[in-house]
């Protein structure tokens, strides 16, 4: 830690030290409530949805645990799925787009009023729909189990958000447009047209038979295809070069790996009805693009490699809290993404169809890769808007390693148990009960891994609240893994 | 990439085409589909469910069944579905064409239940598996769903509702008392035995 080059790149942390661009400065002011509103209500979110997500997991071996109505394991693990995807992932990307949008176009934003209107109303919508969850007022539908009639005001919130993102942009004071912008603005777009047409498709006016679990499928993969990873994958391009202060590799990659994610992702969500009633074309065409995704994972994995390594500041990347949770979210983006491509071939996918290790996959992707580079960005983000630094390494310390740990941990148990579990049930020998017994030491281990991201997640909301009270004392300087 | 309109016209290409490709398509193709009789003037298939089936349904949705329990049959050669008799045959589109929600699932914690009305055709089988997996199927990791039973009064003689609890079980009822079926619990059931994949389709045949 002691060479002066990576200093420099660490002091570039320091956000009093750059307050004092005023232009900058002035945005980030014009930001600051509605960017803190989301980063809180997340926060909140993910302790909630992560507490359920334990419970849930505890059912599975100790199946009478909170065994109560509201909390069967049905609608406690719906719970935790909704509070986690639309409590947590939402508000987050929210806050990130709404602060990267304003910043790469050097924008004030000049109404906030409107965003946090639009997410008092997500969120107070959400705390309905998670009751009427736990009231079994259940759609049945993955990802789209809230009642209908949250719909149209979720949509209309979602709008009054959204919409930022594309205002910021006409107003761009910059002649230069970056990647990351491609990214949320065609995230902000995909989101509404993906969720009005499966609602209607699939809850208002319901399409015949099996086309509703295609239409369920395109929406459930591509909700997390092409709202919550276009702008996880916006933020790391934003902050690996930001902090380490290089530009990305190539611009000719980014365009190449952006049409290609635009063009694959949308077709690949059928791959979760491999084997199923549907017309065997489609499952072709889902296998091709699922595999097709190499291309801008690749691409994407390149650019950020080089960008990196050319820097030769390993110390900075493991010093700063921003890099080592970007770094760790965009390696697990890479293979979680070619885990995902596999799963899609059909001799992998008869056997990790329907297990534990579909579940690994969508923590790998959901978890180890977005929401960890969604903490990087928080890191960063935060200090500017409060004009005060995070008030303890220590919990950053500790919110790195439990999470760390538990999203290593939870994918590989889950892929181990989760191929045990499709070869045990493809093999026709063990009864049921005897593959339940079988699975339950994994299930413990499952357990102990989900408590170590739940504490994980307490600690950085703990620390989140602790940073913005009002009494909070000021660090002089930035907070860093290195002493 | 510096112009929005060019960059929206883009983004919209790629979700209209996959929307066109994968849903519209799949619409159109199944547009066709009716139920059909396997010999003329014979029953057709699949069969209209039954009011009680239906309202079965609702509770099967609510207590979050479909998160453990698919329905559907992959064909031979794509995992084990056949061979555990899960179905006589793979499911195919047409099973599912008067179904106004479709729940093909996505996590087997347990069994397909695509044809578990004509594995487990037993009320009882089925009001003892709710009451207390482990009395029918020890060591399952599911959870009693005690909630679709009620504690009622016994007359003279049992009434023929009751569940037969073993008396040795934890929560037999007290003497006197009796435990049977909630109206929910009812229905329920009434939906489990309706789902059975005992007829031809054109698209695929029962095992001889």
Redesign the interface.
Known sequence: MSSPSVQNILNRHNPLAEGNLSRVAQIDRSLRSPVVFFTVMAALWLVIGSIFGVISAIKLHIPEFLNIEALTFGRSRTLHLNMVAYGWSFNAIFAVSIWLMHRLSRAELRNGWVPILGGIGWNLTLVYGMFAIAGGQMTGVEWLEMPREVAPVLGVCFLLIGLWSVVAFSRRQTTHVYVSQWYILAAMFWLPILYLVAQMMILWFPARGTVQAITNWWFGHNAIGLFLTPVGVASMYYFIPKVLGRPIHSYYLSVVGFWTFALFYNWAGIHHLLGGPVPVWLQSAGIVASVMMVIPVLVTAINFHYTTTSSQAWGAIWGSPTLRFTVFGAMNYTLSSFAGSLMALRDVNAVTHFTNFTIGHAHHGMHAFLTMALFGAFYFILPRLAQREWPSAAMIHLHFWLCAIGTIGYVVVMSIHGWMQGMQWNAAVMTPAQIAAAAEPWNYARTICGSLMTLGHIVFCAHVLWMLAPRAEKRQGPTLFAR | ??N?YL??A???F??A???G???L???I???G?VPVASEEGGQLYPRKASGYAIQGKDV?????????H?Q?V??AG???DI??GWGQR??????????????????????DLADIGGRQSSDDWHYLHLFD?QIT???????????LFELRRAGATPSKDAIHVPPTHSAAAPAGYEWVPSERGRNLVAYLRSLRLDYNSPEAKLKE
């Open positions: 990439m510096k929005l960059i929206y883009g983004v919209f790629t979700i085409f996959s929307w490709g994968l849903v398509s799949s619409q193709q199944q547009a589909l099967y949705i609510s207590q979050g069944c479909n998160y453990c698919s559907q992959r064909p794509m995992g084990g061979a555990r793979s499911t195919v589109s047409r099973d599912y064409i008067l179904q106004d929600r479709v729940l093909l699932g996505t996590m087997r914690t347990g069994p997996p199927s020890p060591g399952s990791n599911m959870p009693s769903f005690r909630q």
